[in-house]
């Protein structure tokens, strides 16, 4: 559960603002507390974690999570099957006792002919294996020579192939196997034992096989095996795939005790059921009662579970497996249970036999080796379960029809799971039932418990899953999706996402098994909920994730008209759409028509740019990012070659034109989104369009770079001609005077700016690019005849590159040069992985960037007519003017593609001009020679290169983390909220009671070594901490009763420097810093007390590009919990209103004045109410809650006018109480809401007042002034105290204020100074903290 929906459920309070007026005792009830300590808590989300340091993976496609595949399923094609029995004749190392275990395969030797008992043992041998891998080919021979073994083993081999061969060896007739590992065989006429060496088997049967010696001293067979296979890997061969099983240690001998049969480890292994009852049976307190006859005779078939003997087949495989999978290493496991059906099952068997035989002394032994398993305490488990099946037994036989009652074993091992899901964590024990959970799932009636709890554990993260699928539970899940189990149907989607979310690789069996066409129907039911319904789109884009089957099977499935269906109607229902499921639509359907022309045609058909488009203002950033991603898969990269060749499909290239200029358009609307995961995908975005009109924006980009000269455009009438009517043009409709040069598309594409001649003299200039609509048509030309010959090079080489070089549809040249701009806005993106994203893109367009020395220049000397002193550069304002001319970044442009062949197709583009202001007078300013450049896309040609959308795995992550349990650490955030919760109401009563507030005693005093001064500065809640930063955006923070730095950064690393104010954003919860620049950027940061570990959670421009571009912006903000809104403004614009937590401009209210915004400042008891105040003297109170916004207006400061410098409200919770300070020095308090005039004035400093703070909840108000003198007064207008500049005996001192902030809760005043000194002031010595 997010932090939000806790602190949430938990005020359960009454939100009535009270309407008491200031030091009403009632100030505590829970209407003010609410008021006081707003529940609203903004950036918390997962998106806010690690946006700028990570990229995020999504799912693995291979590596390490595929490791739970088994390597390579094999099976056992042939089976070799040699008894030497030699019946009636004992071998002579043998001495037998009596009476002595004689039964071989259940049957008594010596009950009939020796030949035909024989013969006999060996068909049953042969039928015991078979019912374990019935399709394998079975060859037996009986009492063998050496020769007839090698023929058996070589036919075996050869129709086997690559198969597995199991070679199984009764020795029981023979002596024991030699110290060197021979076996014993037969002469022909049975006068002699021969020998036959392991190496000559091994020769034989080759690699992989499997065999089982049941004979005494079987151990020495398996010693010299693996002597043979060290040799074998010391001299260089390569491992063999070679698995044993013998009945015994070198140094025994097999039982003969007649309670077993004499070959009691063939029998555990193809007889387990058989062999384990009887031996319990011995054991158990049955043995009186029952009649061992009966064990033979259980009803049912082994491999169907509603019988007694399939249930007990069952339980047997399932405690089995569950000992192997607790005990052995995770590799061995996969190998010996998971990879060959009959080893899986020989090995089973082997953990009995292992059991049963250490009771009579004999240690059955394996290569490779097992560790112990006889004592597991499961065997309890499965002592259990039989003794309850057996007690039925004597019924059952007696009456078939009798009912039989299933074991509670399953039901109780789940209740087992179900506990340990209760109390279990990763680092604990893993839950060994797992296995049996599997088993579960094969029964019709505990499937569904079986895969709730599956999901549970599932869920507890990416470990858990792997666990399962090591297990082996994926194909058990994969065969469910062809049952149409209603109920199933939500946890199976459940499960198919978490197992997605680790390991992509599944796509591909689920394309292979229709398993898409599930989640197509679920995606597309409207019985579940829209959550789940988003995992089923989660799967489904996994499922088209990169791979070309997937996505062409789901698009059979109709999944594009599925999606666009419900996005559709999501836009069009007033009912808030669940946003995960929008977030996922959109992702299923990008991916799905990711680099898939077919796929991108049909959306394109069924009109996707127009369904999408009002997506991009979903309040959820993640929804409108992945509206963005879906929108930017859609545009079609192609190669400029391929276009050209495909001039004929007229219709078909309207469509799709007309289609990116709509996909261009509503891409261009979020290039300034609040939120940096949007601007992110937007910036892919362009980039494909960069790439696929390559050549078009590189001519606007060369031609907007190109310096200018200063003569008027002579030809505006051509310049207006219109195009055709759909909206571009083609390259033939050039203007006809051809007068136009590169020169002065600078012109026209002049962004505002201090050029005021260019407005006069009836020269084209546009306060922005999108105001020049249609007045640009086709590619810029520039004639040859032209009068500015400034840069001959490049008029050649722009007209005839741009003639012989053009796709067959270019668009509208007005959409290029706004995506130009877009894309230089987001290179100087104040997000720094957003920026970089920016550069990119420019780079495709043939901008490169050259990191310069930042030239200070001053706005001033910059005249009209000297415009190309910037190279061009400044006449993107939204770019570069923010510091009237300071150029940080210069950058390199490319020419457009020469008209010559390149003969230096390989060299990057890069020798062209680095624009330095300080060089643009020189008469060679132009481009470099287009010889050098290469045709085509500068290096860009291919498709790898371009910027990848994170979007797409940022949000698989959601998917990995637990979605049914709530977050562990959510208790203490509670906690923690109350405690300071409490603290504060605390204080906040001893400030509304407070008498005397002089604060003429300094209790700290920090030389903040700001070269510039100290600028801004905030003192944090709850802790003894002080936050300044200076003029240059460097941000130090300090503990003030340790006196102690606790951390120091640099606010960004631009060149344009200046800060407008410090905010903390969820100051009672783990509190944020928000930092406003002056050039209206907003940087949010968290974790910024400690050292060099400060993390940017978000950052966003409030003002730029929401606004006609001026050249210099003095940007004022103010930050309001209630709302979790931030107000901006800048100069004369609108004011602006983000919603921090949708990231999203969600309001612009009209400053209705003529002067500029001076100060701004946001009531902390009712959301959405804020003043400001004005360069003219003039006040208004704004609440974006009533129609017109606009409460009332007002001019108090009248005696001179002068800016209103400092702003704030009363405190209380009366909404209309403002106290307004000029740079005149006069202090006026209103209440707006009764009269327009003043209630009383102060004159507190004569001209020079600075600052001026408002307690939020002690009835003082402190200004201060560049006199170096901090005034205290009370509401009523008395001073209480000074503050100078002097030395008293307590060495107090302070310079010319340049700021003061008050402490939220407490009395306590921080005053800032322009000679770097930060001063906190008190009334007692040492406050109370």
Not at 25 to 34: E, F, I, K
Not at 103 to 113: K, Q
Not at 283 to 312: A, F, M, V
Not at 1110 to 1123: G, L, M, P, T, Y
């Amino acid at each position: 559960m997010a932090l939000g929906d806790l602190i949430g459920q938990r005020r359960d309070r009454d939100s009535e603002t009270a309407s008491s007026s200031y030091g009403n005792a009632a100030a505590a009830t829970t209407a003010t507390s609410l008021a006081y300590l707003p529940p609203t808590v903004v950036l918390y989300e997962l998106r806010h974690e690690a946006f700028e340091d990570c990229v995020p993976s999504g799912p693995s496609g291979s590596g390490l999570v595929s490791k739970w595949r088994p390597k390579d399923r094999m099976k056992t094609g042939c089976v070799a099957l040699v008894l030497c029995l030699n019946i009636s004749v004992d071998p002579p190392d043998v001495i037998k006792i009596s009476p002595c275990a004689r039964m071989e395969c259940w049957i008594d030797p010596f009950s009939m002919a020796p030949q035909k008992a024989l013969e006999t043992i060996g068909k049953e041998l042969s039928i015991q294996y078979e019912r374990w891998q019935p399709r394998a080919r079975y060859k037996i021979q009986l009492d063998p020579t050496v020769e007839e073994v090698k023929k058996l083993c070589t036919t075996c081999r050869k129709s086997a192939k690559s198969e597995r061969v199991l070679f199984h060896y009764n020795g029981h007739g023979v002596p024991k196997p030699t110290a060197n590992g021979e076996i014993w065989l037969f002469n022909k006429s049975y006068t002699q034992y021969i020998p036959l060496p392991i190496s000559d088997l091994d020769s034989w049967l080759k690699t992989p096989s499997i065999y089982v010696f049941d004979c005494s001293a079987a151990g020495m067979v398996v010693n010299a095996f693996i002597e043979l296979q060290d040799w074998n890997t010391s001299s260089g061969s390569s491992m063999r795939d070679c698995i044993l099983l013998a009945a015994c240690e070198a140094h025994e001998t097999l039982p003969q005790s007649p309670e077993f049969p004499a070959d009691v480890f063939t029998s555990c292994l193809t007889t387990p059921i058989k062999m384990a009852l009887r031996w319990f049976c011995t054991r158990s307190l049955l043995h009186e009662s029952l009649d061992y006859s009966l064990i033979d005779r259980i009803p049912g078939r082994q491999n169907d579970r509603k019988t007694l003997l399939g249930e007990l087949n069952w339980i047997f495989t399932a405690v089995t497996d569950t000992i192997a999978w607790n005990v052995l290493p995770h590799d061995l496991f996969q190998r010996l249970f998971r990879q060959d059906l009959l080893v899986a099952s020989l090995f089973r068997n082997f953990l009995l036999a292992e059991r049963i035989m250490r009771s009579a002394n004999c240690s059955p032994i394996s290569y490779p080796m097992l560790p112990s398993t006889h004592q597991h305490h499961m065997w309890d488990a499965w002592d259990m379960a039989a003794e309850i099946c057996l007690s039925q037994l004597p019924a059952l036989v007696e009456d078939p029809n009798a009912d039989f009652q299933p074991s509670p074993f399953f039901t109780e091992q789940l209740t087992a799971f179900e506990v340990w899901l209760d109390h279990g964590a990763e680092h604990k024990k893993p839950p060994e039932q797992l296995p049996i959970v599997l088993q579960v799932l094969l029964s019709q009636c505990h499937r569904f418990r079986a895969l709730v709890l599956l999901g549970r554990f599932l869920d507890m993260g990416p470990w858990a899953v792997d666990l399962a699928l090591s297990v082996g539970i994926f194909p058990y899940v994969l065969k469910l999706l062809q049952t149409t189990t209603p109920e199933l149907r939500q946890i199976l989607v459940f499960i198919w996402t978490k197992i997605l979310a680790l390991d992509k690789s599944c796509q591909v069996d689920l394309v292979k098994d229709g398993g898409h066409i599930y989640f197509i129907r679920f995606l597309d039911s409207m019985e579940a909920y829209p959550e789940q319904r988003a995992m089923a789109a989660f799967v489904l884009a996994v499922i088209v994730d990169g791979h070309r089957r997937g996505q062409e099977a789901c698009i059979e499935g109709g999944l594009i008209g599925v999606c666009l269906k419900y996005l559709q109607n999501s836009t069009s229902n007033d009912a808030q759409a669940e946003p995960l499921f929008l977030q996922w639509l959109c992702l299923c359907l990008g991916k799905l028509w990711e680099d898939f022309t077919e796929a991108q045609m049909i959306g394109l058909q069924a009109d996707a740019p127009a369904v999408y488009a009002p997506l991009l203002s979903e309040p959820q950033p993640e929804v409108r990012a992945s509206a963005a991603f879906a929108l930017g898969t859609l545009l079609d990269i192609g190669f400029d070659s391929s276009r050209e060749a495909a001039g004929d499909g007229e219709g078909d290239d309207d469509e799709k034109v007309r289609a990116e200029i709509s996909i261009i358009k509503s891409l261009l609307n979020v290039v300034s989104d609040g939120s940096p995961l949007v601007r992110a995908e937007v910036a892919v975005a362009l980039a494909r369009f960069a790439f696929g009109h390559n050549k078009h924006l590189k001519s606007i980009a060369a031609a907007y770079w190109k310096p200018q000269s200063n003569s008027v455009l002579s030809s505006l009438p051509s310049l207006a001609k219109k195009g055709t009517g759909t909206g571009y043009t083609t390259p033939t409709q050039y203007m006809p005077h051809g007068t136009i040069t590169a020169s002065q598309l600078g012109h026209l594409f002049r962004v505002g700016g201090d050029n005021q001649a260019a407005v006069r003299d009836g020269r084209v200039s546009t306060s922005s690019p999108l105001a020049s609509s249609g007045t640009m048509n086709g590619s810029p030309v520039s004639d040859d005849s032209s009068q500015h010959s400034d840069s001959g090079t490049l008029n050649d080489g722009v007209s005839n590159g741009v003639i012989n070089n053009t796709m067959p549809r270019p668009l509208d040249n007005t959409l290029y040069s706004q995506c130009v701009l877009a894309m230089l806005t987001l290179a100087k993106d104040p997000s720094p992985r957003i920026a970089s994203l920016g550069r990119r893109v420019l780079s495709i367009i043939g901008i490169e960037q050259v990191v310069t020395k930042s030239v200070k220049t001053t706005g001033s000397n910059i005249r009209a007519g000297e415009s190309p002193s910037l190279a061009g550069l400044a006449r993107s304002s939204s770019w570069f003017d923010m510091n009237g001319g300071h150029l940080p970044l210069t950058f390199r442009t490319p020419p457009v593609s020469p008209p010559r062949p390149s003969y230096l197709s390989g060299m990057r583009r890069v020798y062209s001009l680095e624009f330095r202001p300080h060089l643009m007078n020189s008469p060679d300013t132009g481009l470099a020679d287009p010889l050098l450049g290469s045709g085509g896309a500068s290096g860009f040609s291919e498709h790898s290169s371009l910027p990848q959308s994170t979007i797409y795995n940022w949000s698989c992550g959601h998917f990995s983390k637990p979605l049914l349990t709530a977050a562990d650490d959510s208790e203490e955030v509670v906690a923690r909220r109350e405690e300071r919760e409490k603290i504060a109401l605390d204080n906040i009563s001893k400030c509304q009671h407070s008498s005397i507030n002089k604060l003429h005693n300094q209790i700290a005093s920090w030389d903040t070594k700001f070269e510039t001064g100290t600028k801004s500065i905030l003192l944090q809640p709850f802790s003894p901490v002080v936050i300044a930063a200076d003029e240059t955006e460097r941000i130090r923070i300090w503990n003030y009763e340790e006196a102690t730095l606790l951390n120091t950064f640099d606010n960004h690393d631009y060149p344009d420097k200046g800060i407008s104010k410090l905010c903390l954003v969820n100051e009672l919860d783990d509190s944020l810093l928000l930092v406003a620049s002056c050039d209206g950027n907003v940087r949010i940061w968290k974790d910024y007390t400690s050292k060099d570990k400060q993390k940017l959670v978000t950052a966003f421009s409030s003002v730029q590009g929401h606004r006609p571009v001026v050249r210099k912006v003095n940007a004022i903000v103010d930050w309001q919990q209630q709302s979790g809104y931030l107000y901006a403004a800048a100069d004369i614009s609108p004011i602006m209103v983000w919603d921090l937590d949708k990231e999203q401009l969600v309001n612009s209210v009209p400053s209705s004045s003529d002067s500029n915004i001076s100060s701004l400042s946001a009531s902390q008891v009712h959301a959405g109410q804020f003043a400001a105040g004005f360069a003219d003297g003039s006040v208004r109170l704004f609440d974006i809650r009533t129609p017109d916004m606009l409460v009332c207006a007002t001019r108090p400061h009248t005696q001179r006018v002068e800016r209103v410098v400092g702003i704030g409200f009363q405190p209380g919770l009366d909404p209309g109480k403002i106290v307004s300070a000029s740079q005149a020095g006069d202090i006026q308090f209103l209440d707006v809401r009764w009269k327009k005039d003043t209630y009383l004035t102060i004159d507190a400093h004569r001209g020079s007042l600075t600052a001026l703070a408002v307690h939020r909840h002690a009835p003082i108000i402190a200004s201060g002034s560049a006199k170096q003198l901090i005034k205290v007064f009370s509401l009523q207008g008395e001073q209480l105290g000074s503050i100078r500049y002097s030395y008293t005996f307590m060495g107090q001192k302070i310079g010319s204020v340049s700021c003061l902030a008050f402490h939220p809760y407490q009395i306590l005043l921080a005053a800032g100074a322009v000679d770097a000194c930060v001063s906190i002031f008190a009334n007692e010595v040492s406050p109370a903290r």
